[in-house]
């Protein structure tokens, strides 16, 4: 009798009690991990608004100090170099008044533009933070996506001119905030445009990627903010 009894209470199964208690645990476990999710997301955000802000002003701040764009800065190196041991390793620019940043160069800082000695003169004149000495695609910032920040010149998205900072690599979901929260929410209209990326690269503010619909989650983007 005491053998059938012990046989019995091994083969007793989980109560309706403890299995409501393991799926209430499992549901607070998932509830947790998509909100922690959604906190890195909008940490993610804020910090892309703060990097065009930042950078923005720190280029004003750099045409107010110095009477010329950040980038287009020069045409003699020694007019740069002898600011000061931060401004040994800039490159000039030819100083035409116009920062010369093709789309197609936005995140690759060629050599043959301004884009990446954009970035270099604001460093070096203290305005972000950053190795001066860095040059083409090395002194393009890193975005908070995994992407780059490169600046472009040249007219995207159905004709939004002037100078723009641009972010590679960006969410769908992030692209709707940062829109939503710097301009109009509309990828195809305003100061802030989107077009179409992919995953893991930095794609150019191509014409041929610009928006023709909403913004989807599915999707990735790369944005630009005129400044």
Same mark, same amino acid.
């Given at each position: 009798?005491?053998?059938?009894?012990?046989?019995?209470?091994?083969?007793?199964?989980?109560?309706?009690?403890?299995?409501?208690?393991?799926?209430?645990?499992?549901?607070?476990?998932?509830?947790?991990?998509?909100?922690?999710?959604?906190?890195?997301?909008?940490?993610?955000?804020?910090?892309?608004?703060?990097?065009?802000?930042?950078?923005?002003?720190?280029?004003?701040?750099?045409?107010?100090?110095?009477?010329?764009?950040?980038?287009?800065?020069?045409?003699?190196?020694?007019?740069?170099?002898?600011?000061?041991?931060?401004?040994?390793?800039?490159?000039?620019?030819?100083?035409?008044?116009?920062?010369?940043?093709? #789309?197609? /160069? +936005?995140?690759?800082?060629?050599?043959? $533009?301004? @884009? *990446?000695? !954009?970035?270099?003169?604001?460093? %070096? &004149? =203290?305005?972000?933070?950053?190795?001066?000495?860095?040059?083409?695609?090395?002194?393009?910032?890193?975005?908070?996506?995994?992407?780059?920040?490169?600046?472009?010149?040249?007219?995207?998205?159905?004709?939004?001119?002037?100078?723009?900072?641009?972010?590679?690599?960006?969410?769908?979901?992030?692209?709707? #905030?940062? /829109? +939503?929260?710097?301009?109009?929410?509309? $990828?195809? @209209? *305003?100061? !802030?445009?989107?077009?179409?990326? %992919? &995953? =893991?690269?930095?794609?150019?503010?191509?014409?041929?990627?610009?928006?023709?619909?909403?913004?989807?989650?599915?999707?990735?983007?790369?944005?630009?903010?005129?400044?």
């Amino acid at each position: 009798m005491k053998i059938g009894k012990i046989q019995k209470a091994k083969q007793r199964g989980f109560t309706l009690i403890e299995i409501a208690i393991v799926l209430v645990i499992i549901g607070l476990l998932l509830g947790g991990v998509l909100q922690g999710q959604q906190l890195i997301e909008n940490s993610r955000v804020k910090s892309a608004i703060n990097d065009f802000t930042d950078i923005a002003t720190g280029a004003f701040s750099y045409q107010d100090r110095y009477g010329r764009l950040p980038g287009d800065d020069g045409p003699n190196l020694t007019d740069l170099t002898g600011r000061g041991d931060a401004w040994a390793d800039v490159v000039q620019g030819d100083a035409d008044g116009v920062i010369d940043a093709a #789309a197609a /160069d +936005t995140f690759t800082g060629a050599a043959a $533009g301004e @884009s *990446g000695d !954009f970035f270099q003169h604001v460093r %070096a &004149a =203290g305005f972000i933070g950053g190795d001066a000495a860095l040059t083409e695609d090395q002194a393009l910032p890193q975005n908070p996506f995994g992407g780059l920040i490169g600046v472009t010149t040249d007219a995207i998205n159905d004709g939004l001119n002037g100078t723009k900072l641009c972010m590679s690599n960006v969410t769908g979901a992030a692209a709707i #905030a940062l /829109d +939503t929260q710097l301009d109009d929410g509309d $990828g195809a @209209s *305003g100061r !802030f445009r989107g077009t179409l990326g %992919a &995953a =893991g690269e930095n794609t150019a503010p191509d014409d041929t990627n610009a928006l023709t619909a909403p913004y989807s989650e599915d999707d990735i983007y790369t944005v630009c903010y005129r400044i």
